[in-house]
T-cell receptor, first 114, second 114 residues
Framework: NAGVTQTPKFQVLKTGQSMTLQCAQDMNHNSMYWYRQDPGMGLRLIYYSASEGTTDKGEVPNGYNVSRLNKREFSLRLESAAPSQTSVYFC?????????????FGEGSRLTVL | AQSVTQLGSHVSVSEGALVLLRCNYSSSVPPYLFWYVQYPNQGLQLLLKYTSAATLVKGINGFEAEFKKSETSFHLTKPSAHMSDAAEYFCAVSDSGGSYIPTFGRGTSLIVHP
């Protein structure tokens, strides 16, 4: 029972490099989310996808792009990485938008930008 | 607009002592409230949630929280701390009148001393 799977778990980049964080869920959830976690800042929403085919900006979208590839997969892309993007990134999913249910989280992807 | 304030970035207790983690929220409509726990190097998992049913909510691992509308609070308690409770705890709010996207507090690190 995998739940939400994120890859890679760890990544080190140089400033200016690009990369994509992958996320897949096997719970048939409609909504998917990308958060970043920084010390003392809690979780901040980067982008979300309420349903397949739609994406919207969250609180901190600058420097990121997303793709909802299908119902299962939601990727986060850094086109030109900056040291300020050093963080732990979490993907999460939820059954629907109008839903009081909780988020289901992946284990996180730890990104360091040098 | 919605927001969450967690008082105290760190809380230290002795094993067997009462655990009290504070959360105050701001929401223009009736809120849905959540507590999540994050163990080291893991993603977040749900402890408990309030969705307008009983104001005293019981969760996993002996935790409970009480919704107090007059105080706009949703504090998390546990009568007797265990060493295994050491973790980061996040309070989150999502409003019933919008997109149900939760906003997280900055987190409280619970330290349990033997």
């Amino acid at each position: 029972n995998a739940g939400v799977t994120q890859t890679p778990k760890f990544q080190v980049l140089k400033t200016g490099q690009s990369m994509t964080l992958q996320c897949a869920q096997d719970m048939n959830h409609n909504s998917m989310y990308w958060y970043r976690q920084d010390p003392g800042m809690g979780l901040r929403l980067i982008y979300y996808s309420a349903s397949e085919g739609t994406t919207d900006k969250g609180e901190v979208p600058n420097g990121y792009n997303v793709s909802r590839l299908n119902k299962r997969e939601f990727s986060l892309r850094l086109e030109s990485a900056a040291p300020s993007q050093t963080s732990v990134y979490f993907c999460a999913s939820k059954p629907g938008t109008v839903n009081t249910g909780e988020l289901f989280f992946g284990e996180g992807s730890r990104l360091t930008v040098l | 607009a919605q927001s969450v304030t967690q008082l105290g970035s760190h809380v230290s207790v002795s094993e067997g002592a009462l655990v009290l983690l504070r959360c105050n929220y701001s929401s223009s409509v009736p809120p849905y409230l959540f507590w999540y726990v994050q163990y080291p190097n893991q993603g977040l998992q749900l402890l408990l949630k309030y969705t307008s049913a009983a104001t005293l909510v019981k969760g996993i691992n002996g935790f409970e929280a009480e919704f107090k509308k007059s105080e706009t609070s949703f504090h998390l308690t546990k009568p007797s701390a265990h060493m295994s409770d050491a973790a980061e705890y996040f309070c989150a709010v999502s409003d019933s009148g919008g997109s149900y996207i939760p906003t997280f507090g900055r987190g409280t690190s619970l330290i349990v001393h033997p």
